[in-house]
């Protein structure tokens, strides 16, 4: 009678190495550097919280919240009208951004060749490159005068928030195209080969297969992008106006949360007046804002997260 054994390895390989759970040298100190960098970016967070939350605890025990979240333009240190003038900005340039930011990455993903994708994407990315302060002499000098009101007749004033948010937007385009073309590029080539195979054509396939399967990326990345528009200074400071309105005619000018901040900050008011302490209680309300979104932005995500 034989006996039947357990085949060994072909003939010129060796024993398939054993697993004991070792780490490699290195492994270790690689683990504390992401745990330090970790750790610091939850400190500059929590720092920046502090430096904030004190000066801005001393202007409420002087003004009342009340006159702070007041839509009157009257009062000196009212806060909402400041939050409207941020939001028309806002939503002007999500407007000009999500179209042709997810346009972008789905021609990128999608339809661009290789080589097109090589050169066109890091053009595109380099508008992220750009200093603030250009694209704020770009709004003052052209889209204002030449774009708004030679070209396209619109009767704005010199600051405006129509010219701010259209700029803003085009700023923020490469944080949504690049994101989004990152969501889109990582959904598996099997899902758009099943979409074929079932007679779908190409952009079929993009629309009801690949996006939806991208969105919660896609949905972080216009997160992110609206959370820069919110928090962007100089175009704003430069070109959307410094006079508090609650007015929706954007083509007028609106001072944003972010303009004041800067104004204030220029040393016009002294370090321990009310009103360089209203420079603080708008910043906390700023991080506050952004802090939702960001939760806003975390929550659709691992809402739509698919794995694969």
């Known amino acids: 009678m034989s006996v039947l054994t357990e085949p060994g ?27 330090v960098a970790t750790t610091t970016s939850v400190l500059v967070t929590a720092g920046i919280l502090l430096a904030v939350l004190e000066p801005a605890l001393e202007f409420f025990r002087r003004e009342s919240i009340g006159e702070f ?3 009157d333009t009257n009062k ?38 290789k080589r097109a994708r090589k050169w066109l994407k890091p053009t595109v990315e380099l508008l992220a490159g750009v ?28 600051y405006n928030s129509l010219g701010a948010g259209l700029v803003l937007g085009v700023m923020i385009i490469p944080t949504i195209a690049s994101l989004s073309e990152d969501a889109l590029s990582a959904v598996p080539l099997a899902l758009r080969q099943g979409s074929f195979a079932m ?21 972080a990345a216009v997160v992110l992008g609206m959370s820069r528009a919110v928090g962007e200074t100089m175009i704003v400071l430069m070109a959307g106006g410094s006079i508090k309105s609650t007015s929706a005619d954007i083509t007028q000018g609106h001072e944003t949360m972010t303009g004041v901040i800067a104004r204030t900050a220029l040393g016009e008011s002294p370090v321990e007046s009310t009103e360089y302490k209203y ?12 802090f939702v979104m960001n939760m806003i932005s975390i929550a659709i995500v691992r809402r739509f997260r698919q794995a694969y």
């Open 279 to 290: 420079l603080f209680a708008v910043a906390l309300l700023l991080f506050i804002i952004t």
């Open 69 to 71: 979240l007041s839509f």
């Open 9 to 35: 390895p072909p003939p010129g390989v060796g024993p398939a190495p054993v697993l004991t759970g070792k780490s490699r040298p290195g492994e270790a100190v690689i683990k504390v550097l992401l745990v």
């Open 76 to 113: 000196q240190f009212s806060a909402l009208p400041l939050v409207v003038g941020t939001g028309l900005t806002t939503v002007i340039a999500l407007s000009v951004a999500i179209p042709i930011g997810l346009g972008a990455a789905m021609y990128l993903s999608e339809y661009a060749s």
């Open 199 to 219: 007679g779908a054509n190409r952009m079929q396939t993009t629309l009801r297969v690949v996006f939806p399967a991208a969105l919660s990326g896609i949905a």
């Open 131 to 158: 200093p603030s302060v250009v694209y704020g002499f770009f709004a003052v000098f052209f889209v204002i005068p030449v774009v708004l009101r030679d070209w396209l007749g619109i009767p704005v004033s010199a």
